[in-house]
């Protein structure tokens, strides 16, 4: 694909799909401006990577694509070095904004995938492709924010779910499994959560499925953990 052809390239001049100081600057300062938008989604929700961060990996990916498209120009080589390298690093970076909680949840996933993509859209600025660049940038903000809403209505609605259980005292666990299944579902799975150890409770990640006809026709996960909440000795409980 040529880049003279790029319908916004061609809007904005051939300055803007050459590589000059200003295609540059005005490269770098669109990577800024989008990352921007992206950090502060995430910072809205209170995750852990904010606007600076974001802003840091989509910089440092579009001067890595521009220091690689500068030393093929003037070397006439076909190498992506320092793209690759860059790819590399933000890959590695990302995993480790992956937490896991004391109730044995997976937290920060997201995140660490948007700033994954954040960088492959960091390199994108920096080739000169600017229509591409914001059919993706566009698809990949909605996907942030409008589709969280549709993935709650369709968890919701699943015959699947998980819940963090303490109960008062391990004597408990038998009378729990028994109410579980005159409810009307089927305990999946049940683990011990080790990091309450010596804590005075007995802490379990259950997963369970809905098999009763009426509970999956009138009764949301909400009611059916809000039922189980009412157990004297249950002491805390909710959905993961």
């Known amino acids: 694909m040529n880049i003279l052809n790029d319908p916004i390239g061609k809007l904005l001049g051939t300055w803007s799909t050459e590589l000059n100081v200003w295609s540059i600057i005005f490269r770098i300062s669109l990577s800024i401006v989008l990352a921007a938008i992206i950090g502060f989604e995430r910072t809205n929700k209170r995750h852990a990577a904010g606007i600076r961060t974001f802003i840091l990996v989509s910089l ?5 694509m521009i ?4 030393l093929v120009e003037l070397t006439g080589g076909q190498g992506w070095l320092i793209a690759a390298t860059t790819t590399v690093g933000i890959a590695i970076i990302s995993s480790n904004t992956l937490l896991y909680s004391s109730k044995s949840q997976i937290k920060g996933l997201t995140t660490s995938v948007a700033l994954c993509v954040t960088g492959a ?9 600017y229509t591409v660049l914001i059919f993706t940038f566009v698809a990949f903000v909605a996907v942030l ?3 969280p809403p549709l993935e709650i209505y369709f968890k919701n609605r699943s015959n699947h779910f998980e819940f963090h259980l303490e109960l008062k005292s391990v004597s408990f666990l038998k009378d729990f499994s028994t109410i579980i299944r005159e409810l009307g579902l089927r305990i999946d799975g049940i683990e011990s959560n080790p990091a309450y150890v010596n804590s005075g ?3 379990y990640s259950v ?5 009763k006809e009426e509970l999956k026709k ?3 996960h909400k009611e059916i953990i809000e039922a189980l909440r009412t157990l004297e000795y249950v002491n805390y409980i909710e959905e993961m």
Do not use: C, R
């Open 60 to 64: 440092g990916s579009t001067l890595a």
């Open 67 to 70: 220091i690689d498209l500068v």
């Open 121 to 129: 859209l960091g390199l994108l600025v920096g080739t000169g492709y």
């Open 145 to 147: 924010s409008l589709l």
């Open 201 to 203: 409770l007995s802490v």
């Open 207 to 211: 997963s369970v499925s809905i098999v």
């Open 218 to 220: 009138f009764k949301t």
